[in-house]
Every structure is written in structure tokens, then in C-alpha cells.
């Protein structure tokens, strides 16, 4: 795992479209009053998004998303053999400063970030080269609830149509791991040296970034 970095240039893109975007006048792609359900695509996976307006101001959204799958990654010579499970829902409170489509905001989700599996062959645990060796693995955030914050925008594209795009963090608070070697020869002060390095690595921060198409009434 590597601590989050956002990517500076994207991110200052981003803001200064924005911003343009939120400057072109107070045309709202969702009125006051009016519901809406987006679906799209986001970092906790397919996602769907009940939205409400409350003024020319405020709003709020109840985003939810789920991806589960297997993926191989290697670590120091151990080949890892794991599942990983993301998702969750959240409750957002949007400010719109402009009464346009821009708008900031925050919140946080009920989440699920987790990982487990095994890992097998020859190479360094802690401080100390091991071979053939057989560990189970597992990791999940220390926050199961995530605050959130981020910059997004609404836009109309077609009478009732929106497209709407977030870009923000997701605070996870760390990461807890569990490592636990099944071949009998790992010494336990290596064992909690790995889960120590491994934790060390694991983000604080996970970014949140969305792209949906809605539909609002």
C-alpha cells in the first residue's frame, strides 16, 4: 500500500473548470424542491445517487457504490493471491456558492475497504529472508465511518438531464492489518515487523472522484 498522493495538476484543473463552469450564470441543472437519481461510475464503484435541492444554495446526496474482485500483487519477493471489497453509502451536504453548479462538499460514508488472502513463495518478512513460505493475510480501514470532503459540479445536459463529477478525499484513518504465517517457520517479532511496514505504507487518505449522468424530478 502507498500513502495518497492527489495529483496537483489534475486537481488544479479541476477547480479552475469549476470554477469557470460555476461563473457562466445561476442556471441550476436541479431546481429547488426537485429530486434526482444519478447513476455512474466512482472510486467505491458502480454508483447510484438519490439527490435533493434544497435552495438555490444548499443540497444534499445519499451516493452508494460496491466493487468486489481478485487481484495478484508482489512484495518483496511474496506473491500475493487476494480479494478486495470497497464500497459504501454516504450523506453529503452540498454548498452551492454561486447558485450555479458549482459546488462544495461534505459528509461522510458508512464504508467498506478491505482485503484478504494469501500470500506464498520465498523472500524478506520483517528482516529476514524466508523460503517457501505460507502466510494468510488481511487488512481493513480503521474507519468505518470515512469524512469526506470535495469540489464538484452539476451541469445540464437536456431538460430533465444532468452530468454530474466530484473530486475530493475520503479520511480512512489508516489501515489495521493482520498477518499470520502458516508454514511454522516465521518468527513472530518478523511477523509484527511486516504488519508494522505494511501499516506504516497504508493511506490515511483515499481519494473520492465521480462522474454520474442523472436524471432530476
Same mark, same amino acid.
Given at each position: 500500500?502507498?500513502?495518497?498522493?492527489?495529483?496537483?495538476k489534475?486537481?488544479?484543473?479541476?477547480?479552475?473548470?469549476?470554477?469557470?463552469?460555476?461563473?457562466q450564470?445561476?442556471?441550476q441543472?436541479?431546481?429547488?424542491?426537485?429530486?434526482?437519481?444519478?447513476?455512474?461510475?466512482?472510486?467505491?464503484?458502480?454508483?447510484?445517487?438519490?439527490?435533493?435541492?434544497?435552495?438555490?444554495?444548499?443540497?444534499?446526496?445519499?451516493?452508494?457504490?460496491?466493487?468486489?474482485?481478485?487481484?495478484?500483487?508482489?512484495?518483496?519477493?511474496?506473491?500475493?493471491?487476494?480479494?478486495?471489497?470497497?464500497?459504501?453509502?454516504?450523506?453529503?451536504?452540498?454548498?452551492?456558492?454561486?447558485?450555479?453548479?458549482l459546488?462544495?462538499?461534505?459528509?461522510?460514508?458508512l464504508s467498506?475497504?478491505?482485503? @484478504?488472502?494469501? *500470500? !506464498?513463495? /520465498?523472500g524478506?518478512?520483517? #528482516?529476514?529472508?524466508?523460503? +517457501? &513460505?505460507?502466510l494468510?493475510?488481511?487488512?481493513?480501514?480503521?474507519n468505518?465511518?470515512?469524512?469526506?470532503?470535495?469540489?464538484?459540479?452539476?451541469?445540464?445536459?437536456?431538460q430533465?438531464?444532468?452530468?454530474?463529477?466530484?473530486?475530493?478525499?475520503?479520511?480512512?484513518g489508516?489501515?489495521?492489518?493482520t498477518?499470520? @504465517?502458516?508454514? *511454522? !517457520?516465521? /518468527?513472530?517479532?518478523?511477523? #509484527?515487523?511486516?504488519i508494522? +511496514? &505494511?501499516?506504516?505504507?497504508a493511506?490515511?487518505?483515499?481519494?473520492y472522484v465521480?462522474?454520474?449522468?442523472?436524471?432530476?424530478?
Amino acid at each position: 500500500m502507498h500513502t495518497f498522493r492527489p495529483p496537483f495538476k489534475t486537481v488544479r484543473r479541476f477547480c479552475a473548470l469549476a470554477v469557470f463552469l460555476g461563473a457562466q450564470g445561476a442556471a441550476q441543472a436541479q431546481e429547488p424542491g426537485e429530486f434526482g437519481i444519478n447513476l455512474g461510475v466512482s472510486t467505491l464503484g458502480p454508483t447510484i445517487e438519490g439527490t435533493y435541492r434544497i435552495s438555490d444554495k444548499l443540497g444534499v446526496r445519499v451516493p452508494a457504490g460496491y466493487f468486489g474482485g481478485d487481484f495478484d500483487t508482489s512484495e518483496d519477493g511474496i506473491d500475493y493471491d487476494l480479494n478486495a471489497s470497497i464500497g459504501g453509502i454516504g450523506l453529503l451536504a452540498d454548498y452551492y456558492p454561486l447558485s450555479g453548479g458549482l459546488r462544495l462538499s461534505g459528509g461522510a460514508f458508512l464504508s467498506k475497504y478491505e482485503a @484478504d488472502g494469501t *500470500g !506464498q513463495g /520465498s523472500g524478506q518478512i520483517g #528482516d529476514t529472508i524466508y523460503n +517457501n &513460505i505460507d502466510l494468510a493475510f488481511d487488512a481493513e480501514a480503521e474507519n468505518y465511518v470515512m469524512p469526506t470532503l470535495s469540489l464538484g459540479y452539476d451541469g445540464s445536459i437536456g431538460q430533465r438531464w444532468t452530468l454530474s463529477a466530484d473530486l475530493g478525499a475520503m479520511y480512512t484513518g489508516g489501515f489495521d492489518v493482520t498477518l499470520q @504465517d502458516r508454514s *511454522g !517457520q516465521v /518468527s513472530q517479532s518478523d511477523i #509484527d515487523a511486516e504488519i508494522a +511496514n &505494511i501499516e506504516g505504507d497504508a493511506p490515511d487518505f483515499i481519494p473520492y472522484v465521480k462522474l454520474s449522468v442523472g436524471f432530476r424530478f
